[in-house]
């Protein structure tokens, strides 16, 4: 069980990292950079859609909103430019 949580939160670290690429790539499309900085500022933002101090329902919007956004980002991204970033960051 600890090994899945230490694997999974290894390539969260990693897919973050892929992420930082994608947004600093210039053949990203301004769109998904737009869209990627949003999720991101969207989990470090204190105010949300749903306050978290609502039990359950106050992180479901965490945990809808954001991967939306990464996922409809990725949509925009190029594969090429992808797969670039997911090497380098696999590099790292």
Same mark, same amino acid.
């Given at each position: 069980?600890?090994?899945?949580?230490?694997? =999974?939160?290894?390539?969260?670290?990693?897919? *973050? +990292?892929?992420?930082?690429? *994608? !947004?600093? @790539?210039?053949? +990203?499309?301004?769109?998904?950079?737009?869209?990627?900085?949003? $999720?991101?500022?969207? *989990?470090?933002?204190? /105010? @949300? !859609?749903?306050?978290? /101090?609502?039990?359950?329902?106050?992180?479901?919007? @965490? $945990? =809808?909103? *954001?991967? $939306?956004?990464?996922? =409809?980002?990725?949509?925009?991204?190029?594969? $090429?430019?992808?797969?670039?970033?997911?090497?380098?960051?696999?590099?790292?």
């Amino acid at each position: 069980m600890f090994e899945k949580l230490k694997s =999974l939160g290894r390539s969260l670290k990693r897919e *973050v +990292t892929v992420y930082q690429l *994608v !947004i600093q @790539d210039k053949r +990203t499309p301004k769109l998904a950079k737009l869209l990627l900085m949003l $999720a991101v500022g969207y *989990v470090l933002f204190p /105010f @949300d !859609i749903i306050p978290d /101090f609502i039990p359950v329902i106050g992180y479901v919007d @965490d $945990a =809808l909103i *954001v991967p $939306a956004l990464v996922l =409809l980002a990725l949509r925009y991204v190029p594969q $090429a430019v992808l797969d670039d970033c997911r090497m380098r960051a696999s590099s790292q």
